[in-house]
């Protein structure tokens, strides 16, 4: 069984996921397309966002460190011309939010989740191009974070083009409006690990560490086993709101940081809860083979989004190795089942669907690709399940 999942995840990722990505590179305005429509209509004049254009950029990076196709190096370039000469704030620092398909800036929002993307971007660039420029401005995002992006107590996150506080309502959901998210804490710390992973800059490991400790203190909620959601800037949670798939995907990337680190200490803190996430997923959201999205105020959600049904089979890939109990290997491999039958979409253009319903019907229109949709969970998945079963072999 673990044989026929890896022959097929590398296929979808070779033959599938790959190829649709490159489709979208813009040759004529630079850098990737940033809508294709649920009809396959392509609209060339549509927005570029800084986040889909960032994790393009991780895409090929790593699809190039995993299968060592020069090609893939090509088109990694061209998304870090595109980061580089289109959405870096040259005056006040910080990547925007987005830009116009011809480059121009459209919404100059500073945030910190989109720095830290471009942080992780780059940061995986400079690992297969040795280019120190990628570095050095990885290093320029992550000192404007520290300087402009957070406080004495924890990172904050949406500012104006000149680093004015203002409304998080890019980050904030389910009617409430958010001062702190567990969401943009995670990819902080996500970002701030591949750049220690490839500078092992001690000034970054004392703020993945601090981070860490952000995650045991303000973000877990022991009595629930769950992290909350949405913040005021005390990080009091602003709504019963149990967000599924960033459980799952916290487990794994936490885990992932602790690895990197190497300490003890802190293992010994934070490794029990990345323990306990996976089986409370299982017992609370894995159903119909497929993990259900979010329950809000004890209602849950029952679309399955592609990148919650992504992370969870990486989530409970590690769950496994780290514990070898099978449930949660037939769980991975129920997961990716449910995802190659229903949310990887057939049509000839196409790639995967936003969400299924739960009779696994496409439920709404929403886009193949916008802002928010890109191969980063897919392709990491793939990336992911990959190397995880050849070291389960």
């Not at 026929?4 to 995840?9: C, G, K, L, S």
């Not at 299968?67 to 620092?93: Q, S, W």
């Not at 400790?213 to 913040?231: L, T, Y």
Request: glycine content about 4%; proline content about 2%.
């Amino acid at each position: 069984m673990l044989e026929e999942m890896f022959a097929e995840v590398e296929s979808e990722l070779i033959y599938h996921i790959i190829p649709f990505w490159k489709k979208m590179k813009d040759d004529e305005c630079g850098g990737f397309y940033g809508l294709l429509d649920f009809e396959l209509n392509l609209h060339k004049d549509a927005e570029k966002s800084c986040i889909l254009n960032s994790r393009i950029l991780w895409f090929f990076s790593n699809a190039y460190k995993l299968l060592e196709d020069k090609e893939l190096v090509d088109y990694a370039k061209h998304a870090y011309k595109f980061l580089c000469d289109k959405f870096f704030d040259k005056e006040n620092g910080g990547v925007f939010w987005s830009a116009n398909a011809d480059g121009t800036v459209l919404d100059s929002t500073k945030h910190t989740y989109n720095q830290a993307f471009a942080i992780y971007a780059l940061s995986s660039y400079y690992d297969i191009s040795h280019d120190r420029n990628a570095l050095d401005k990885a290093f320029e995002l992550y000192k404007t974070i520290e300087t402009k992006c957070r406080d004495s107590e924890g990172y904050l996150e949406s500012f104006t083009a000149d680093f004015k506080p203002n409304e998080n309502d890019k980050l904030s959901e389910n009617g409430v409006t958010a001062e702190r998210t567990m969401n943009t804490l995670l990819h902080v710390l996500e970002g701030y690990t591949e750049l220690y992973r490839v500078s092992r800059s001690a000034d970054v490991k004392k703020n993945l560490v601090f981070i860490l400790n952000q995650f045991a203190d303000k973000i877990w909620n022991p009595k629930e086993k769950r992290q909350e959601v949405f913040f005021d800037k005390n990080f009091n949670s602003l709504i019963d709101l149990y967000s599924y798939g960033h459980d799952i995907e916290t487990s794994w990337l936490v885990d992932r940081t602790l690895e990197i680190l190497a300490d003890d200490e802190l293992r010994q803190k934070i490794a029990p809860i990345t323990e306990i996430i996976p089986y409370r997923i299982l017992k609370t959201a894995y159903k119909d083979n497929s993990v259900l999205n979010e329950c809000e105020r004890g209602k849950n959600s029952e679309i399955r989004i592609w990148w919650v049904q992504a992370e969870s089979v990486v989530g409970f890939l590690n769950a496994y190795q780290k514990t070898n109990d099978k449930k949660f290997l037939d769980a991975a491999q129920s997961v990716w089942s449910y995802i190659k039958n229903y949310i990887v979409d057939k049509r000839d253009g196409s790639e995967w669907f936003w969400c299924v319903d739960a009779e696994r019907k496409p439920s709404s229109r929403q886009p193949i690709v916008e802002p928010w949709k890109c191969p980063y969970h897919n392709g990491r998945m793939c990336f992911e399940t990959i190397s995880r079963i050849k070291r389960i072999k």
